[in-house]
């Protein structure tokens, strides 16, 4: 082995130590008591270099002649001429041994012994390196997989230099086809009211500003599949730069706008990336797009492996649909799905209110007296926001039992049973997740937008974001399946449940909920016996003006929280969300309050502030202008400063587009 005189402490530390003996000795005729003091530093500090030295020179002579045990005569040689960089290191990391190879390469012809091998394989660690597949390290611009083998009084490591196949695999992976799905969303909508000459216009600078997005910055082709449905191809490199720039296509085409009506373009995107091959690209891009049309549109979907999702957009609310042919479709379908049921469920989510209790009601009558057909609605009546909705349903139908418990649902389901689930599409919401599991026909109706854990293989899932309410979407459903079936209860259950969602026809209303509201009116819907159902206790008012007189005011949002645990503190919390709204100068509303260990977060908006968007960061869901989520084992604080740093981001991000 090749040995050189090996600098266990730097020389400099020497020449310091030197340095304060000669100025101890030059302060000797100013004060023999300076003198004596920096004499004595000088003398510790020289003696702390000769001790570092002498320990570290051991360690290093202990570790070569461990070496040479373990390396000798023609393994030494034969490591020396070896055709990849090898070095052999002490206990504390310090370089004593490396062939010719390491000293070219790693140590550019300089004298490294001495020096510390963790400058050469930063950031990891002697751990890493000793791992069965080693450890990958970067050093100028090469790239190695070093490998570590223990000696008795060291290491001994192998550079293995794969810089050639390194690049290859980044190459490989920035240059994997990603396919995308887009769709001219709201055309019809926006063409509708243009003249014949603007309606050319408009569609053609939307074709215009995603050729030029696919053909220049995304580095790919195009195809026009229909009027309003565009097939692309890229790869994984152009993609990450869309996404640092957050999809700034959507920015461009929301510029496009009617002349008319000044209402703007918008488009939704779906991609597939990470797939295997470009047939499931194309498979995972058709899924984002879906993904990204439930969640109510004008934002880009991208899916990759293990059904992981992510979202870019979503900053406009959606636009109110006015065909109803496919409500008519829905409705035919559903009425032949119940004919063929032994027996009808219908179940909301957990913690029910107005809306999905109301739905659920609009549902059974439908069934029940429309259709003829046994029907029960699931709910859980000590935990359900619509307790007097509910209470004044059981009364107008003495001879029905309308509610029933999970329990009761589970032990009479069949494999013909058919499951309705109102107002959620996710998994982890329903109000019995057994029961979802138990009937394998369900059908869903909900209008908030949509999130990864949806129900999957419905036999129909009606989900219309655009919607007010899922009572407005039963209204119009039961009006085709049979709307005489309605009397004046179930018309006060539909309508409460659209003015809970709408806030009074405030927001969120479109021309079909007016329209929804009008044929509930006709069947007899008592306004004043709604409004009645929205009336508070005592002490759910003074909660409500607690919290309210609580909030704080942070970048356009309130912010309101209780530490406080009380019954009807849920309802509570959304109507003091409701109630900061109309605050000045406030866009959105946050009220946490605590549920046990956990802390849970009612959110509203006027349509500034995507409020679903960011509890969604949070496991939540709900649509643009209201939403919920729940922090399972959390404190308010905790939770309140988690939710300030999401509106930071969220904020930020809305800004910059």
Request: charged letters at 25%; one cysteine or more; aromatic letters at 8%.
């Amino acid at each position: 082995m090749r040995k050189k005189k090996v600098w266990a402490v730097p020389p400099l530390c020497y020449l310091m130590a030197g340095a304060m003996v000669l100025m101890a000795c030059a302060s000797y005729s100013h004060s023999k008591i300076l003198f004596l003091v920096e004499l004595t530093t000088a003398g510790i500090a020289l003696l702390a270099v000769g001790a570092a030295d002498l320990i570290r020179r051991r360690d290093a002579g202990r570790a070569l002649r461990g070496a040479k045990r373990v390396l000798t005569g023609e393994e030494a040689y034969a490591l020396e001429e070896f055709g990849l960089p090898v070095t052999v290191v002490g206990r504390a990391g310090e370089i004593v041994w490396a062939n010719k190879i390491f000293a070219d390469t790693l140590g550019h012809g300089r004298d490294f012994l001495g020096e510390n091998v963790l400058r050469y394989i930063y950031p990891k660690t002697f751990r890493q390196v000793m791992g069965e597949k080693g450890a990958a390290v970067s050093h100028g611009s090469r790239e190695y997989t070093v490998y570590g083998a223990k000696a008795k009084e060291g290491y001994l490591l192998y550079f293995v230099d794969d810089t050639y196949f390194k690049a290859i695999h980044k190459e490989y992976r920035e240059k994997k086809p990603v396919v995308g799905l887009a769709v001219f969303d709201n055309r019809e909508e926006l063409l509708r009211d243009s003249m014949g000459g603007e309606n050319s216009q408009i569609a053609g600078e939307v074709d215009s500003v995603l050729y030029r997005w696919v053909t220049g910055e995304m580095g790919g082709f195009i195809r026009k599949l229909s009027d309003n449905r565009y097939l692309f191809l890229t790869d994984e490199s152009h993609l990450e730069e869309a996404k640092q720039r957050r999809f700034k296509v959507l920015d461009d085409v929301r510029e496009i706008k009617s002349s008319k009506n000044n209402m703007s373009a918008t488009i939704s995107v779906g991609l597939g990336k990470d797939a295997s091959d470009t047939a499931e690209s194309e498979r995972w891009a058709r899924q984002a797009l879906d993904m990204a049309l439930g969640r109510g549109g004008d934002q880009v979907a991208l899916m990759g492996k293990g059904d992981s999702f992510e979202f870019f957009g979503g900053t406009s609310k959606g636009v109110e649909k006015r065909d109803k042919v496919r409500t008519r479709v829905i409705a035919a379908t559903l009425s032949d799905h119940v004919k063929e049921s032994d027996r009808v469920f219908v179940m909301g989510h957990k913690n029910s209110d107005l809306d999905a209790v109301g739905a659920a009601v609009g549902m059974w009558a439908a069934i029940r007296k429309g259709l003829e057909r046994p029907a029960a609605i699931v709910i859980n009546r000590n935990q359900t926001l619509a307790g007097p909705l509910v209470d004044m349903v059981a009364k107008a139908y003495p001879g029905e039992q309308v509610f029933i418990g999970a329990q009761e649902a589970m032990a009479t389901a069949t494999d013909r049973s058919l499951l309705i689930v109102v107002d959620t599409h996710s998994v982890n919401f329903v109000e019995h997740h057994e029961l979802l599991e138990r009937i394998p026909r369900v059908v869903v109706i909900d209008h908030h937008r949509m999130m990864v854990s949806h129900i999957k293989n419905a036999l129909i899932f009606y989900h219309e974001p655009y919607a007010s309410s899922a009572s407005e979407m039963v209204t119009e459903l039961v009006q085709y399946i049979k709307g005489s079936a309605i009397d004046s209860a179930d018309a006060q259950a539909l309508l409460a449940g659209i003015m809970l969602d709408t806030k009074n026809f405030v927001l969120k209303t479109g021309v079909r909920t007016f329209e929804a509201s009008a044929f509930l009116r006709r069947r007899g819907a008592d306004t004043v016996a709604v409004k009645k159902l929205f009336s508070d206790s005592l002490d759910t008012y003074k909660q409500k003006a607690q919290l309210v007189s609580g909030a704080e005011i942070y970048k356009g949002c309130a912010i309101a929280s209780s530490s406080w645990e009380m019954e009807d503190l849920r309802i509570a919390a959304a109507q003091a969300a409701d109630e900061l709204l109309s605050i000045m100068g406030v866009n959105a509303s946050f009220v946490l309050y605590r549920v046990g260990n956990d802390v849970s977060i009612s959110a509203r908006s006027l349509g500034d502030i995507n409020v679903q968007l960011i509890l969604e960061e949070f496991g939540g869901g709900g649509h643009f202008t209201m939403a919920g989520a729940q922090l399972k084992n959390t404190t308010i604080g905790e939770a309140r400063r988690a939710l300030l740093h999401a509106l930071d981001t969220k904020l930020a991000e809305n800004e910059e587009s």
